[in-house]
């Protein structure tokens, strides 16, 4: 009986949260994941029979500023969070808040690298790679070469592999919830990002203020407090640091957070094995985990490399 009230509890909170998933992830024209929720393991029905990977696709939904006229995308770069190369910053929610956990990330979910990658299809870009760390783990990719001039109601799609990913059986987390790094040139100049514009690229950018993490809060040289920033704490952007090289910043100074400034694009996992007994996170529902790539990662892993590997090949944009 106590089993059957868990999975009912369960469904309503997979609901909630896919619906609540579906409306952020459409309600804006921003990059994001096509499938922002999957479920854990391989039981999704959208996957290949013989491997478990799930069909994505990064949806890419307008081009840089000004608004009234966009700037075609020239390409993008994408990074999921690595834990065995880097040490990813972990946030967990018990429902008031995230805190900054420091658990490892074994002890939440596996594997703990290579959880997406390219496929080879086709796509709307025929200069692609993938992006591997130094142990060949796959961390994302990057596709370009050509300006695809967009509307808001057009979307340039890049499909990709999701592979299989567990929640730790014996941990609280309900959840696991991925935040990418994802950087959208526009300019097929590839401007350096130190002095590139709003104009230029756009950065949908992971950054961790919460309570907790070492060095937050981020934010700019000023800061700027009617610039709304949800789920960040402070809500508007701070005085402080930057977390990584591509905060994503509205002039080359550096000195005003632009579009994509805690704003990145999500892939939650859900759980659907039991909690273990004595979980008390969120009104005994569990707890919600989020995973944010190392600010190392991204400095390594965002730019564009004519190799797979960070520093191999051809430098094309960094």
Same mark, same amino acid.
């Given at each position: ?51 478990? $990977? ?64 390219? $496929? ?121 640091? =930057? ?21 990145? =694009? ?53």
């Amino acid at each position: 009986m106590l089993k059957l009230h868990y999975y009912n509890k369960l469904a309503i909170y997979s609901l909630t949260i896919a619906s609540i998933a579906a409306v952020s992830q459409s309600a804006f024209a921003h990059t994001r994941l096509e499938r922002a929720t999957i479920d854990e393991g391989t039981s999704n029905p959208v996957t290949h029979a013989s491997s478990g $990977r799930i069909l994505n696709y990064l949806r890419i939904g307008h081009g840089c500023p000004p608004s009234n006229a966009r700037n075609p995308t020239y390409g993008t770069s994408l990074v999921f969070p690595n834990a065995v190369s880097y040490t990813p910053v972990i946030g967990v929610d018990s429902g008031t808040g995230k805190l900054f956990s420091t658990k490892s990330a074994r002890d939440f979910y596996s594997p703990l690298a290579g959880i997406a990658a390219l $496929r080879y299809t086709g796509g709307p870009w025929d200069s692609t790679n993938i992006k591997v760390d130094a142990l060949g783990n796959k961390d994302g990719f990057w596709a370009g070469g050509k300006a695809y001039p967009q509307t808001y109601s057009t979307t340039i799609a890049v499909d990709f592999d999701v592979n299989p990913v567990t929640i730790n059986p014996a941990s609280c987390a309900r959840s696991v919830t991925f935040e990418l790094a994802i950087a959208d040139i526009c300019d097929s100049s590839l401007p350096n990002s130190a002095t590139a514009t709003d104009e230029q690229v756009l950065y949908w950018s992971p950054i961790p203020n919460f309570a907790g993490v070492p060095g937050a809060p981020f934010g700019a040289p000023t800061a700027d407090p009617t610039h709304s920033v949800p789920g960040n704490v402070p809500n508007f952007v701070p005085a402080g640091p =930057a977390y990584s090289k591509y905060d994503g910043y509205k002039d080359a100074a550096h000195t005003i957070a632009g579009d994509g400034w805690g704003s990145p =694009a999500t892939l939650t996992v859900q759980r659907l094995t039991a909690l273990p007994s004595g979980c008390t996170g969120n009104g005994g529902l569990g707890d919600d985990v989020y995973v944010y790539p190392a600010a190392a990662q991204i400095n390594d892993e965002l730019p564009v490399w004519s190799g797979p590997k960070a520093g191999e090949g051809t430098l094309y944009w960094k």
